[in-house]
């Protein structure tokens, strides 16, 4: 008798006998708690995309050969490169948020992440909006990650639509990668924004497709 855990796969991680799309991504973009209702730099809707992200991988996980979620990870002393500010602007500069190991820097607790493949920190000492700009826990490279796994396409979800949902759509579009956007599984930071970001996405040759349609 197998023992199996979340989303059907066996305790010791997914196996590659389950029917995948080979060529395809899940980028998960910084489902955080400092980023979801309570946080500091909480984005309303962000527990609720946390949930239908979870919904979402227990039925559609198999379909993808790499699964990659990232978190800013700022550090704990200094102003990670002007980052942080005490009179921010929350356009180039922001209150303290996401710092190493701090529960604000966790995943929020409603994302199952039992279907990540690869885990990414960003942020570390400098402004980093895209998962591009930051390591795996192996410290690697996320366009390492997809060349690795011979990715061409990839979904994008989470946090927030208007920065680095946007940051990290356009880096897998600059690396060669076809991008579909789940618009049912983001939450931006203001409706102006994310509208111009989205549009900016399409513009720039993503789809922008609700996770029905996936």
Known sequence: MKITGPF????NGPVRAYARSMSRALLIVDIQN???EG???GVAGGDAVASAVSAFLEVHAADYEVIIASRDWHD???DNGGHFAENPDYVDTWPVHCVEGTDGADYDPLLVTDAVTHHVRKGQGKPAYSMFEGVTDAGGTVSAVLAQAGVLSADVVGIATDYCVRASAL???AHGVRVRVLTDLIAGVAPE???AA????AHAGAELVESSEA
């Open 193 to 195: 924004p994310s509208e």
């Open 171 to 173: 880096d897998a579009l």
């Open 198 to 201: 989205l549009a900016e996405l």
């Open 34 to 36: 400092d980023f979801t």
């Open 8 to 11: 059907g796969f066996p305790r």
């Open 76 to 78: 704990a002393t200094g």
């Open 39 to 41: 946080g500091a730099l």
